[in-house]
């Protein structure tokens, strides 16, 4: 625990101007970030006596090591640059409204040539319609479906719609008529546009011209006599009143607004925003926060806001945004949502009718929402608390293990061996920071070894950052710079391994060390992770390893594993952490698995991409015929020259033909050239090699 009088800047440093300030840890990771219209004012309420603090502001400033500020112009670029700093630090004591789940919105996807209608959730994507979110996502698929009867636009998958062109057969909806079947060309594709920009116009509120054009339709057809096509105009203005009564008026001026509602504690807040379109409610959703010190309702409002509309722009910031308190001072914040929006922006609390009838609506959501919240959390946080105090008690730590890392080996017979690494902080997943390896130092199968490596990579990059910012000057070995292995996020996506740049604070590095080390298994992986330490000259971190077999925990250097009771939190913990170290290192596993079976010959060319690879397989047909080609005719295709293609040739006879694919309903043995039969690289794809079959994962 850090005294913040040995961090305090001295009197007169601060400057009297508004400004961005960023707290930061010993190992310089940016924990808190807050704005404010006086720098010296507002850094002067962190440095009085700890007894006066909130209880959250106290645990922050004692885990502080320091403090430093950016002086702005304006309050508005204080807000701006807060809100940037808060996205890319990810500041573990900032008010972040966190949810367990990710809403799903309706999208048309109008940036692809025949655009699609789907459940989407997570980042937004540029040139994509949204409409939402929704509470769940059959909400959805119920809309969809009575709306397809009126605007048929496509919902099939781009491999669904590509099958469909090549056989010429559309799908079950073409033929029901709940598709205008672009794939096989019964609609141009400025037809299937202007029918996606029909359900687009529909669904953002703008129903009565539709109603209004289907009605007469049906009135005409009625007095032409044909009875069938007015009937079924007349269902299909049916579907499009019965989707518009899923979402009732609630305002009658037909208003665009989000309603925001606040409901909070000593401790908590729960957020709830019903979006409001064309006077209907389109979309709702809700978080809940710590509270990180004393704060008004009127700040909670602007952190909600800066979440709410930080990535908007346009028209997805509506004209009007009705709060329960407005933030201290407003000015700048409307400000900012003008500029997102791109003209004016009313924020105000109602006063009277609807809008005030609606508030009180989204308030009481709110006001549930933070109940139920509260029950969930409310003994998971006493048993998390009791947890860690259990696995300090039992390993005999000096104190809570806040930050647990835990890593396993997998393979399949020896190939494919790679390992995990995933992160707990404060008894909760830290999915950002898990991590996945390649075993690269010896081939074959060795957990022990294995696991010695990837300790050893580890806290090698760990060292390294230490040197770089002067915390550590002799324990690092000499090749603590030379990292030649491959770290995957738990996204699939690279990452560069070059750790934290210096002084910026950014999260989601190999740079912060943990308390505890958890190994998956028993005394040899725990030797061999503690022997990776030791060569590191690491000696203040505890490791330990959990043995699935009768889920004994095992130390360093202990003849005997330390047996902890079955109905102890602590091993509940411990268990998760292993379990989920295994599931990520398992999945991982499979995805080499799948790449190694997907290989062709042809990844053997060098000098080959992807895009020539696709030429020869898509001017032969299959693997099949290029092999039985001559180098002649590979050099017809474009591209393609004599050596390279001699070149081909010669990696083609050399490589084995792959095993045929086979029907596993049927056990019919399945020509090379059926559809759906071949892998990426044109190779047939096998239903389980003998290998595999037999294989057990680990």
């Not at 005294?3 to 001295?10: C, F, N």
């Not at 989601?508 to 190994?519: D, S």
């Amino acid at each position: 625990m850090a005294d913040p009088s040995s961090y305090r800047p001295k009197p007169g440093e601060i400057p009297d101007s508004p400004g961005v300030y960023r707290f930061r840890d010993e190992h310089r990771r940016v924990i808190y970030v807050g704005k404010a219209k006086s720098l010296r004012q507002r850094l002067a309420n962190y440095f009085q006596d700890l007894a006066s603090l909130h209880p959250r502001t106290r645990t922050m400033v004692t885990t502080a090591a320091s403090v430093e500020w950016t002086v702005v112009s304006t309050e508005v670029e204080a807000l701006q640059l807060e809100y940037s700093w808060i996205k890319e630090y990810d500041p573990r004591f900032n008010v972040k409204y966190r949810d367990d789940k990710s809403y799903p919105y309706l999208a048309v996807t109008m940036n692809e040539e025949f655009p699609r209608v789907q459940v989407m959730r997570g980042q937004k994507r540029k040139g994509v319609r949204y409409f939402g979110p929704y509470g769940h996502a059959w909400a959805i698929r119920d809309t969809v479906d009575l709306l397809l009867r009126v605007f048929p636009v496509r919902t099939c998958s781009a491999g669904v719609f590509k099958n469909a062109a090549r056989t010429g057969r559309p799908c079950l909806l073409g033929y029901i008529g709940k598709c205008s079947a672009p794939c096989v060309g019964r609609v141009t594709a400025d037809e299937h546009r202007a029918l996606a920009e029909e359900f687009s116009d529909f669904m953002a509120g703008r129903t009565g011209t539709y109603i209004r054009r289907l009605e007469k339709q049906m009135t005409d057809a009625a007095e032409e006599m044909e009875y069938e096509r007015a009937a079924r105009l007349r269902d299909d203005i049916g579907a499009l009143k019965k989707a518009m009564e899923k979402s009732a008026v609630v305002l009658a001026d037909a208003t665009d607004a989000d309603l925001i509602a606040v409901a909070e504690d000593e401790l908590e807040a729960a957020v709830q925003i019903f979006h409001v379109r064309g006077g209907r409610v389109r979309g709702q959703r809700g978080w809940v926060t710590d509270k990180v010190e004393e704060i008004t309702t009127g700040a909670l409002v602007e952190h909600a806001l800066q979440q709410l509309y930080g990535e908007e722009k346009g028209d997805s910031v509506p004209k009007e945004v009705l709060v329960p308190a407005l933030p201290d001072p407003v000015e700048p914040v409307q400000e900012w949502l003008t500029e997102r929006r791109g003209s004016g922006v009313s924020l105000r609390i109602p006063q009277r009718g609807d809008k005030k009838a609606l508030m009180e609506t989204v308030q009481r959501n709110a006001q549930q929402a933070l109940v139920l919240h509260k029950t969930k959390r409310a003994s998971d946080l006493t048993t998390r608390s009791r947890a860690l105090e259990e696995i300090a008690e039992a390993l005999d730590l000096d104190s809570a293990p806040l930050r647990i890392e835990c890593y396993d080996i997998s393979h399949l017979q020896g190939d494919d061996v790679v390992a995990s690494m995933v992160v707990f902080e404060d008894g909760l997943q830290r999915k950002s920071e898990y991590r996945r390896f390649q075993i690269k130092g010896f081939a074959g199968q060795d957990d022990v070894r294995s696991m010695h490596e990837v300790i050893s990579r580890r806290f090698r990059r760990y060292l390294a950052e230490k040197e770089k910012t002067g915390e550590w000057v002799d324990g690092a070995s000499e090749d603590g710079a030379s990292e030649d292995a491959a770290f995957q996020d738990s996204d699939s996506q690279s990452v560069s391994g070059n750790g934290l740049k210096d002084d910026d604070g950014r999260p989601k590095k190999f740079a912060y060390p943990p308390q505890l080390v958890v190994v998956d298994g028993g005394r040899p992986q725990v030797a061999a992770a503690k022997k990776a330490l030791d060569e590191r000259g690491i000696d203040d971190i505890a490791v330990c390893g959990l043995a699935k077999r009768l889920e004994e925990v095992w130390l360093p250097d202990e003849d005997d594993p330390v047996v902890l009771p079955r109905t102890s939190e602590g091993l509940y913990l411990l268990q998760r952490v292993r379990d989920e170290a295994h599931r990520f290192a398992i999945t991982y596993q499979r995805t080499k698995r799948a790449q190694r079976f997907r290989s062709s010959p042809l990844d053997e060319v060098p000098g080959l991409g992807d895009a020539r690879k696709q030429a020869l397989l898509k001017h032969f047909g299959s693997l099949k015929k290029l092999r039985s080609a001559t180098i002649d005719q590979i050099c017809e295709v474009p591209g393609i020259g004599r050596k390279t293609a001699e070149t081909i040739a010669v990696a083609l006879a050399q490589a084995a033909p792959a095993a045929p694919a086979v029907n596993t309903a049927t056990g019919e043995i399945m020509d090379e050239e059926e559809p759906g039969t071949t892998g990426s690289g044109g190779e047939p794809v096998t239903a389980g090699a003998p290998d595999e079959r037999r294989g057990q994962e680990t």
